[in-house]
Every structure is written in C-alpha cells, then in structure tokens.
C-alpha cells in the first residue's frame, strides 16, 4: 500500500503511479487522497469538468493572491473548510458555471460555515469556464450557514460583491489585516 505512495512521490504523475503500482485506480486513489500528497495539478488534470474548473479557479486566485498560504498543499488535501490562508484570514473558493433558471442566468455553490471569506469565480459566458470570470468577494457575514447560495444579474448581491481582478487582491488583505486586528 506505501508503494503507491513513494512511486507517486517519485513520479509526480497520478495515472503513471497507478500504472506501476498495479493497484486499481479506485484503490490507489484512495490511498493517495489520505496521504495528502495529491497535487492542485491532478485535479484539473484527472478530475470531471467542474472538479477541474475548482481546481483551475485555486490556481487563478493564487496567482492573484500569491502570498495566500495553499491550505490543501501545506495543512490538509482536499480541507473541507478553506482553501487558502492569508494571515490567520480563512479563505475558501468557489467556481460556479452559468445555470439556466426561467431563461434567466445565474450561478451558484455551496457555503459552509468556516471560513471567513468566500472567493467565487463565476463563468462570465457560457462554456468560457475561466475566461474573464466575475470575481465575488463575500464575508461570512453575507452567507448562509450552510446550503447554496445563489446569484443572479437581477440580484443587489451581483453589483454589490463583485470586484475587479486588478482589486482582488487589495480587498483579500484588507479583510486580512481586519481579522489580525480583531475585527473578524
């Protein structure tokens, strides 16, 4: 069972571990997820679209925001609750691609209650994916406990929370400095 694990830590390749290891894919999988050593990387390089798109939009926000800690890489894969850290600042992003509701666009995910921020990376055109998203920034403050929270155009929450690309990452350490001064 270590095998996979130290064939996966000398390769770097999920399917190419696999492959030398013998081991089912389930299997290896599975052993791989509890080691923590799977890679932003494999999933948008094995993962279904929208598994690929959340994991294209990490990447994007860490360009934005390199200095945001990557939790999944230095705390825990895959951790349920955030996804970066910026200062003690708990931040989880999302990605939502357009849904269609009476003919009308909208967007949505999924909120847990854990983090402080929630970045979302919405699908500015249909089959786009990341290309010119809209941007969200939304404190826990303004979401749901727990369910889905959903945008539409129509909705205040659409101008009010969304920011530019450029701004993104001024408004990401603002509320971090706020949370090391004891405000969040």
Not at 12 to 23: A, N, T
Not at 158 to 183: M, P, S, T
Request: charged share 30%; glycine share 8%; hydrophobic share 35%.
């Amino acid at each position: 069972m270590h095998k996979i694990v130290e064939i996966y830590m000398e390769c770097g390749d999920f399917y190419e571990s696999v492959k030398k290891s013998g081991l089912p894919i389930l299997v290896a999988h599975k052993i791989l997820l509890t080691s923590g050593l799977l890679k932003i990387q494999d999933k948008i390089k094995y993962g279904g679209r929208s598994t690929r798109l959340g994991g294209e939009a990490e990447e994007y926000f860490q360009r934005l925001v390199p200095n945001a800690v990557d939790a999944n890489k230095y705390w825990q894969k895959n951790n349920p609750v955030f996804d970066f850290c910026l200062d003690g600042l708990y931040i989880d992003v999302k990605y939502s691609s357009i849904r269609k509701r009476s003919g009308k666009k909208s967007w949505g995910f999924d909120c847990n209650d854990g983090a402080d921020i929630v970045v979302g990376f919405l699908e500015s055109k249909e089959g786009t994916g990341l290309k010119n998203p809209y941007i969200f920034v939304f404190h826990k403050q303004f979401l749901p406990l727990k369910g889905n929270l959903t945008i539409t155009e129509q909705t205040p929450r659409f101008e009010d929370f969304q920011v530019k690309e450029k701004d993104l990452k001024k408004e990401i350490e603002e509320y971090a400095k706020l949370k090391k001064d004891g405000f969040i």
